[in-house]
């Protein structure tokens, strides 16, 4: 099922975000992560796409054995770092060949070692670029982009993150999935403004609960996502108790989607980062979706 076909019937859609694992250990427990979600029965389940390109590859092979084991729809993340448009018209190609319906198309971040993002010689500069680039060379794929509630850490101002995410919707994007954020106030003012601007593709909140509080200081420092002052203070109180830093991550979350739910966004693009007891939690507490036996 493409992307539009997911918000197009008016049905909550559900999707999960994974990552390629780097060990024998972490593909065992990513398949038995998705073996537990599965019975959600997601809209759809996306795989990033490493640093650099470095798992180019691999996240369409992990797409399509994701298709195979589960019979569930995938979404492959492609970005423009380190690529030509050659480079980047192959990897289509291939994506092709190998059943991608949907591709999440985001410019990436810069490699490490590198303060900024720079176009590589023969490549693209901009996501918007990217998008069009799919459209020119694989029309019919579902395409998703990443908006960001709080703007995007490089732009200017928020007018100037929101014009630039109108370009890549105009480009042909077919929905806005969002970057984490965990003070839904900023969301509904983003929405407020997405809406304003004239902007009509599905507008999808973005979602990571939170399990490790080290973990996600250091995750919202690269992205920018403002954290909350209270919440940061009940974790900081528990910050050697693992089982209570889920606990209250975990009932923050719930009560963030259910505020979310209640003002009647299209889906929830969960950040799972391959491990499935928080989501879980949260979609059995909130009733998003009804496990299928």
Not at 72 to 90: K, N, P, Q, S, Y
Not at 234 to 246: G, W
Not at 280 to 288: A, N, P, V
């Amino acid at each position: 099922m493409r992307i539009p076909e997911i918000y197009r019937e008016g049905q909550f859609g559900l999707s999960i975000e994974i990552f390629p694992p780097k060990s024998e250990q972490g593909d065992r427990v990513l398949w038995s992560t998705l073996e537990r979600l599965r019975g959600y029965a997601p809209a759809f389940i996306s795989c990033t796409y490493g640093a650099g390109g470095t798992t180019r590859t691999r996240t369409v092979e992990i797409c399509r054995e994701i298709h195979e084991r589960f019979e569930l729809t995938t979404t492959a993340h492609f970005t423009c770092v380190g690529a030509t448009r050659e480079e980047l018209i192959d990897w289509l190609k291939y994506a092709s060949e190998n059943g991608i319906g949907n591709i999440m198309a985001l410019r990436g971040d810069a490699p490490q070692g590198q303060e900024s993002f720079e176009t590589p010689p023969g490549g693209l500069c901009y996501a918007n670029e990217l998008v069009s680039l799919i459209r020119e060379n694989v029309p019919d794929v579902g395409i998703g982009v990443a908006g960001y509630p709080e703007k995007h850490p490089e732009a200017a101002t928020a007018e100037i993150d929101l014009a630039n995410l109108k370009r890549k919707v105009d480009a042909g994007a077919d929905a806005v999935f969002t970057q984490l954020f965990f003070d839904n106030s900023n969301f509904f003012r983003f929405r407020d403004a997405y809406q304003a601007a004239g902007i009509t593709v599905p507008l999808i909140p973005g979602i990571m609960p939170i399990t490790e509080f080290a973990r996600i200081k250091r995750i919202t420092a690269m992205c920018g996502a403002v954290f909350p002052t209270e919440l940061a203070s009940r974790l900081e109180a528990v910050q050697d108790d693992a089982e209570a830093q889920f606990e209250i991550g975990v009932e923050y979350a719930i009560s963030q989607c259910r505020e979310l739910v209640d003002a009647g966004v299209p889906g929830m693009h969960f950040y799972v980062l391959n491990k499935s007891q928080a989501c879980e939690r949260i979609l059995d507490s909130l009733g998003l979706a009804t496990p299928v036996a």
